[in-house]
């Protein structure tokens, strides 16, 4: 029901900056940032609330920012520091259930394509 792109990825050296961006078709009330490694299990990245309330994975604190612009349907990661770590494809998902929090990994039932995020040292 709920469609999403992402945007941003590509190859950066270590201790750079990328900017993700993830444009939905329609309002989603918790939003979030995964990714897969290859030979890797998809895992979290970081989710946003409606009032823009971030959650993140310990692997990325300090360093990733999630953000929302409620008014373009659009949910960013900003993404500093990289490590050679953080090389994977970035998949943007959503859900709109009302049951669970959005600071967890769970519930996500829209994804997006993905977009590739390659570090090298």
């Known amino acids: 029901q709920v469609q999403l792109v992402e945007s941003g990825g590509g190859s950066v050296l270590a201790g750079g900056s990328l900017r993700l961006s993830c444009a939905a078709s329609g309002y989603s009330r918790c939003m979030a940032w995964f990714r897969q490694a290859p030979g890797k299990e998809r895992e979290g990245v970081a989710t946003i609330n409606t009032l823009t309330s971030p959650y993140y994975a310990d692997s990325v604190k300090g360093r990733f920012t999630i953000s929302r612009d409620n008014a373009e349907n659009t949910v960013y990661l900003q993404m500093n520091s990289l490590k050679p770590e953080d090389t994977a494809m970035y998949y943007c998902?959503?859900?709109?259930?009302?049951?669970?929090?959005?600071?967890?990994?769970?519930?996500?039932?829209?994804w997006g394509q993905g977009t590739q995020v390659t570090v090298s040292s």
């Open positions: 998902a959503a859900h709109n259930s009302y049951i669970r929090s959005c600071s967890t990994w769970s519930g996500y039932n829209y």
